[in-house]
Antibody
Framework: QVQLQESGPGLVKSSETLSLTCTVSGGSLGSYYWSWLRQPPGKGLEWIGYVSYSGTTKYNPSLKSRVTISLDKSMKQFSLKLTYVTTADTAVYYC??????????????WGQGALVTVSS | SYLLTQPPSVSVAPGKTARISCGGSDIGGKSFHWYQQKSGQAPVLLIYYNTDRPSGIPDRFSGTYSGNTATLTITRVEAGDEADYYCQVWESSTDDVVFGGGTRLTVL
């Protein structure tokens, strides 16, 4: 059963770069898309973007200018970089496997989440 | 961008049936997916493709889709069902993922 685990600093200074890594275990990276999502405290879910096994990426238009998602097949990891962070980027960041079917996409499973606080 | 509307909260007594709606404009042809998020935990996929349940999800959870609204139904509600529930679709025209604002289910 595939499991995902986020890792990275829990505190980032404003204007700096947030970096997180998701390690995939118990399954293959191939044939799937791998996504990052986030949830500000007390708020709803927001999709950040994905990277495919072939390296194709797609980002939420609202974050596109600051986001990079990459894949390291040898380590079975994918990573998120978010530049020029502000306090509005404080959130629990989740990694998830993206399932795709006919004309739709959904997320299963999810990592446990990593709280990242941006200090001013 | 595309919007999905959910009621902020739903309350139900134990053993009763809870229904959580998710609506949007022009949702024809879209497939809805539902997630359960218990306090302090990651979301868990409950329903995909409007009505399908992943393995391990009890059949007390079901999804329906009619007109401009998708509905998550939870029968024989238990205290352990208290959580936030989110609907989600894929907007094909922009290749974007959209979540509803979430509904907090309170078991009285």
């Amino acid at each position: 059963q595939v499991q995902l685990q986020e890792s990275g600093p829990g505190l980032v200074k404003s204007s700096e770069t947030l970096s997180l890594t998701c390690t995939v275990s118990g399954g293959s990276l191939g044939s799937y898309y791998w996504s990052w999502l986030r949830q500000p405290p007390g708020k709803g879910l927001e999709w950040i973007g994905y990277v495919s096994y072939s390296g194709t990426t797609k980002y939420n238009p609202s974050l596109k200018s600051r986001v990079t998602i990459s894949l390291d097949k040898s380590m079975k990891q994918f990573s998120l970089k978010l530049t020029y962070v502000t306090t509005a980027d404080t959130a629990v960041y989740y990694c998830a496997r993206e399932e795709r079917g006919w004309e739709s996409r959904w997320f299963d499973p999810w990592g446990q989440g990593a709280l990242v606080t941006v200090s001013s | 961008s595309y919007l999905l509307t959910q009621p902020p909260s739903v309350s139900v007594a134990p053993g009763k049936t809870a229904r959580i709606s998710c609506g949007g404009s022009d949702i024809g042809g879209k497939s809805f997916h539902w997630y359960q998020q218990k306090s302090g935990q990651a979301p868990v996929l409950l329903i995909y493709y409007n009505t399908d349940r992943p393995s391990g999800i009890p059949d007390r959870f079901s999804g329906t889709y009619s007109g401009n609204t998708a509905t998550l139904t939870i029968t024989r509600v238990e205290a352990g069902d208290e959580a936030d529930y989110y609907c989600q679709v894929w907007e094909s025209s922009t290749d974007d993922v959209v979540f509803g604002g979430g509904t907090r289910l309170t078991v009285l």
